[in-house]
């Protein structure tokens, strides 16, 4: 089976650029997050869905984030306008309601690397 | 003050040598505890979970947590190189939320 697939893997973007990262979580999965990683904060969680909704968006830092489920097998987070400190590893993890939500067992695809110069 | 601490390391050690990797944290909310592997330029996947307090050995890999403490371990015998990568610690409560260390960094040496 495919695991979570995101796009792009890369992105080098200069300040001011919208950037639109994309998401397409595993089949039957309805649980989708998204996270953030960096050096000095780690792996932050910015917004989790459920069924398609936005369940939690506390963790987006500003509203120059934004994301969006329109179907069960598709996600974006957009940044606009970007921002040098934007710049991290972006991770979607799906997961679904039971033993894997449960047990805290989310599956994260290989992430997208952003660079805001 | 951080919920989770992890010494983000590094750790280099030589070859089945015995790896010991550990967290701290303050919400005392937290009751199921996590150890997630990522290798480098890759997502993190889930190595064990442990319910509680209490011990959960999986092959080489034994997870410890002391709920009193608030501490939790991981420990890694027999290391190989194929073992080498970013441990991360992660806990939650009753909710979906998911709080992650900073990771610490192993490489097992040949």
């Known amino acids: 089976d495919a695991g979570v697939i995101q796009s792009p893997r890369h992105e080098v973007t200069e300040m001011g650029q919208e950037v639109t990262l994309r998401c397409k979580p595993i089949?039957?999965?309805?649980?989708l997050f998204w996270y953030r990683q960096t050096m000095m904060r780690g792996l932050e969680l910015l917004i989790y869905f459920n069924n398609n909704v936005p369940i939690d968006d506390s963790g987006m830092p500003e509203d120059r984030f934004s994301a969006k489920m329109p179907n069960a097998s598709f996600s974006t987070l957009k940044i606009q306008p970007s921002e040098p400190r934007d710049s991290a590893v972006y991770f979607c993890a799906s997961s679904f309601y039971g033993r894997g939500l449960v047990t805290g067992e989310l599956f994260f695809g290989e992430g997208s690397r952003l660079t805001v110069l | 003050q951080k919920e989770v601490e992890q010494d983000p390391g590094p750790l280099s050690v030589p070859e089945g040598a015995i790896v010991s990797l550990n967290c701290t944290y303050s919400n005392s909310a937290f009751q199921y505890f996590m150890w997630y592997r990522q290798y480098s330029r890759k997502g993190p996947e889930l190595l064990m979970y442990t319910y509680s307090s209490g011990n959960k050995e999986d092959g080489r890999f034994t997870a410890q947590v002391d709920k009193s403490s608030k501490y939790i371990s991981l420990f890694i015998r027999d290391s190989q190189p194929s073992d080498s990568a970013t441990y991360l610690c992660?806990?939650?409560?009753?909710?979906?939320?998911?709080?992650f260390g900073a990771g610490t960094t192993v490489t097992v040496r040949a």
């Open positions: 992660a806990m939650k409560s009753n909710d979906y939320k998911l709080s």
């Open positions: 089949s039957g999965h309805d649980y």
